[in-house]
């Protein structure tokens, strides 16, 4: 099973590595405009958050495929916070706790959006499926909150939030929601187990 979640683990890391690099070409230069207009790390990392919120209301009405697309473009105002940081030599401890900070209540705002739509329209699995969602994502976070807290490094896993965000933006513009939240509980809770598992063999090492 773990020999399996590593395999799954290293594909997701690959393609993950490589979008990441290439959205770094991109995330450069904007983020030197920005900080040549005068915007702070921060403040961008609060409008990521704020934006996100607005295309929760979108997704709460039920307009799944306006509110994927305008997910990718927030996903690229949250990346591009840390980038600025880097370029402006801002980098601060606050600030990488501001961001995680507010990246969670954005997935909060997205998945409660889900579940309020689902409500809405009496379909109880998936106000299942969307709760889940969130709860099994919060935990993978927290599991590498709580790992670092003790001094251990933690960010493996096969769904990081990016991957996450990114089963969720193909769910909503393919309108096959319902799968990807599927995708998002399954894989979310395997991450978060998968963490503890790396958590308990890093302080089982440094022990030995």
Same mark, same amino acid.
């Given at each position: 099973?773990?020999? @399996?979640?590593?395999?799954?683990?290293? #594909?997701?890391? &690959? &393609?993950?590595?490589?979008?990441?690099?290439? *959205?770094?070409?991109?995330?450069?230069?904007?983020?030197? /405009?920005?900080?040549?207009?005068? /915007?702070?790390?921060?403040?961008?990392?609060?409008?990521?958050?704020?934006?996100?919120?607005?295309?929760?209301?979108?997704?709460?009405?039920?307009?799944?495929?306006?509110?994927?697309?305008?997910?990718?473009?927030?996903? #690229?105002?949250? @990346?591009?916070?840390?980038?600025?940081?880097?370029?402006?030599?801002?980098?601060?401890?606050?600030?990488?706790?501001?961001?995680?900070?507010?990246?969670?209540?954005?997935?909060?705002?997205?998945?409660?959006? *889900?579940?309020?739509?689902?409500?809405?329209?009496? +379909?109880?699995?998936?106000?299942?499926?969307?709760?889940?969602?969130? @709860? /099994?994502?919060?935990?993978?976070?927290?599991?590498?909150?709580?790992?670092?807290?003790?001094?251990?490094?933690?960010?493996?896993?096969?769904?990081?939030? /990016?991957?996450?965000?990114?089963?969720?933006?193909?769910?909503?513009?393919?309108?096959?929601?319902?799968?990807?939240?599927?995708?998002?509980?399954? *894989?979310? @809770?395997?991450?978060?187990? +998968?963490?503890?598992?790396?958590?308990?063999q890093s302080d089982h090492y440094t022990q030995s």
């Amino acid at each position: 099973m773990w020999c @399996a979640g590593w395999h799954l683990k290293s #594909g997701a890391r &690959v &393609v993950t590595d490589i979008v990441r690099r290439w *959205l770094s070409r991109l995330l450069v230069p904007i983020a030197r /405009f920005l900080s040549k207009h005068g /915007f702070a790390p921060n403040t961008v990392t609060v409008l990521g958050c704020v934006l996100t919120a607005a295309v929760a209301l979108v997704l709460a009405g039920g307009r799944q495929r306006l509110a994927g697309a305008l997910l990718t473009l927030t996903l #690229g105002v949250d @990346a591009v916070d840390g980038t600025l940081a880097r370029v402006t030599g801002q980098t601060t401890r606050f600030g990488a706790f501001l961001d995680s900070t507010l990246d969670r209540w954005a997935e909060v705002f997205i998945f409660g959006a *889900l579940v309020w739509y689902y409500l809405k329209a009496h +379909q109880d699995l998936a106000v299942m499926l969307a709760t889940a969602a969130m @709860a /099994f994502s919060l935990l993978v976070s927290y599991t590498r909150a709580r790992a670092e807290g003790v001094g251990l490094k933690c960010n493996e896993g096969v769904l990081s939030r /990016f991957e996450r965000l990114a089963v969720l933006i193909a769910g909503l513009i393919l309108q096959q929601l319902v799968a990807a939240l599927w995708i998002i509980c399954a *894989l979310a @809770a395997f991450t978060a187990l +998968q963490r503890i598992w790396v958590t308990w063999q890093s302080d089982h090492y440094t022990q030995s």
